[in-house]
């Protein structure tokens, strides 16, 4: 079924736009949602809970990137549930994305909170920039959290290749913040 159809059942109430979703993209969600968790009933959890969250914004909400906006929705409930779950005790992989990140981004300190917007938009645009292999590798990385030998895997190159790629591109970021005059 397409996106505009289960979007219609949801506008509807019909139950059935939480099967056909499920049908859709059940699958991917289950996966990111493991990606994080790294365990399969948490992450069926958390799929669920966005099916949830997805019924009771639509409508008024009305995506039009619905896979995009549910695997939103099932990234941050995942990485909420990872922060009650461990605490202080972080997840590896989530500790090592965010370290990579954190050259060339601020963390959430007071003194930034008013520049979300302009990170946002740096952010925009520099992925505007890239061309869409490297804006792939970049998304699959830092918002889908692949691994390195995932995302190798899947777009048929070298994992020396991904991670050049990657450290390249947070060198570029962390340019274009720094002449915005963002710090670091």
């Not at 509807?12 to 493991?34: C, F, H, P, V, W």
């Not at 520049?115 to 490297?134: H, M, P, T, W, Y």
């Not at 790629?165 to 060198?171: A, I, K, P, V």
Request: proline letters at 3%; a positive charge.
């Amino acid at each position: 079924m397409e996106d505009q159809q289960i979007l219609a059942l949801y506008k509807e109430r019909n139950q059935l736009a939480i099967q056909e979703t499920d049908l859709s993209y059940g699958k991917q969600l289950q996966a990111l949602a493991k990606r994080i968790l790294e365990n399969e009933e948490d992450a069926e959890e958390v799929k669920n809970d966005t099916y949830w969250k997805a019924w009771k914004a639509i409508p008024p909400a009305y995506p039009t990137y619905f896979y995009a906006y549910l695997a939103k929705i099932c990234r941050h409930l995942s990485l909420d549930r990872l922060d009650w779950k461990k605490a202080k005790k972080r997840n590896g992989e989530v500790v090592a994305l965010t370290r990579e990140m954190e050259e060339c981004i601020p963390g959430a300190e007071p003194e930034w909170l008013s520049e979300q917007d302009a990170i946002r938009q740096v952010l925009n645009g520099f992925l505007r920039k890239l061309s869409a292999e490297q804006r792939r590798i970049f998304l699959r990385r830092y918002w889908y959290m692949d691994s390195i030998d995932l995302i190798a895997k899947r777009y048929g190159i070298g994992k020396s290749k991904v991670k050049t790629d990657l450290f390249r591109m947070r060198q570029k970021l962390r340019k274009e913040l720094e002449m915005e005059g963002i710090g670091i």
